[in-house]
């Protein structure tokens, strides 16, 4: 059993959290597949009458509680458990939650224990590593099946992940300058007007001449 990303953190929801991998095989050690998908349980707790992020909740836990879970364990699972470089960022750029029964959710006098199955399948691998991990998620509270959802997470060196996030936080629309005023250049008299020569210039010229 393992303790999940932030677990001794400061929480304002939640307790701490334990991320179980669930081995293909009994043998010990495993040997290391990054091609294979493998599963995971992440157990938590939804706490009495608070949101995710400490707000108050109303009568049914919010699923971001369960989506904040997979968020923090998303990364951890990659760099553990897939051999993704520590130095590589993971962001989810998919994520997919629904709640097939609500009854499950419904807020309680106790803390509800919140278990999240995983079934985590590598994609885009290059020399072993995968650069992308895809998330089937299966919440379950007090062992009640009660949603289903899908998940997508990319890893991203350092620098690209930077200069994302850099052009994420620009204002939009973009800043335009105003045009520079076209005139004569400072110390240059302007240019004297050239002659225009049309089809109107053309048919004057031949009725003044008859």
Request: proline fraction near 9%; charge should be neutral; include cysteine.
């Given at each position: 059993m393992e303790r999940a990303p932030g677990a001794g953190r400061r929480r304002t929801a939640g307790t701490v959290r334990h991320l179980v991998?669930?081995?293909?095989?009994?043998?010990?050690?495993?040997?290391?597949?990054?091609?294979?998908?493998?599963?995971?349980?992440?157990?938590?707790?939804?706490?009495?009458?608070?949101g995710p992020f400490g707000?108050?909740?109303?009568?049914?836990?919010?699923?971001r509680?369960?989506?904040?879970?997979?968020?923090e364990a998303g990364e951890f699972i990659g760099h553990t458990h897939f051999g993704v470089p520590a130095a590589r960022v993971g962001v989810f750029?998919?994520?997919?939650?629904?709640?097939?029964?609500?009854?499950?959710?419904?807020?309680?006098?106790?803390?509800?224990?919140?278990?999240?199955h995983l079934r985590v399948r590598p994609d885009k691998v290059v020399d072993g590593v995968p650069r992308v991990l895809?998330?089937?998620?299966?919440?379950?509270?007090d062992d009640v099946p009660c949603g289903s959802g899908s998940a997508s997470v990319v890893f991203l060196a350092p620098t690209v992940h930077r200069?994302?996030?850099?052009?994420?936080?620009?204002?939009w629309p973009p800043r335009r300058t105003p045009p520079r005023p076209r005139g004569p250049r400072p110390g240059r008299a302007p240019a004297?007007?050239?002659?225009?020569?049309?089809?109107?210039?053309?048919?004057?010229?031949?009725?003044?001449?008859?």
């Open positions: 991998h669930r081995p293909r095989s009994w043998l010990h050690p495993v040997a290391a597949a990054p091609d294979v998908e493998e599963e995971f349980v992440l157990a938590g707790e939804l706490a009495d009458g608070l707000e108050r909740a109303g009568r049914h836990h919010d699923l509680a369960a989506a904040e879970m997979v968020r750029y998919r994520f997919d939650l629904r709640a097939d029964d609500v009854t499950p959710w419904r807020v309680r006098s106790s803390p509800a224990p919140l278990d999240l895809e998330f089937a998620i299966a919440p379950r509270i200069g994302h996030r850099e052009r994420s936080r620009r204002p004297s007007p050239r002659p225009t020569w049309g089809a109107t210039s053309s048919a004057t010229s031949c009725c003044a001449g008859r």
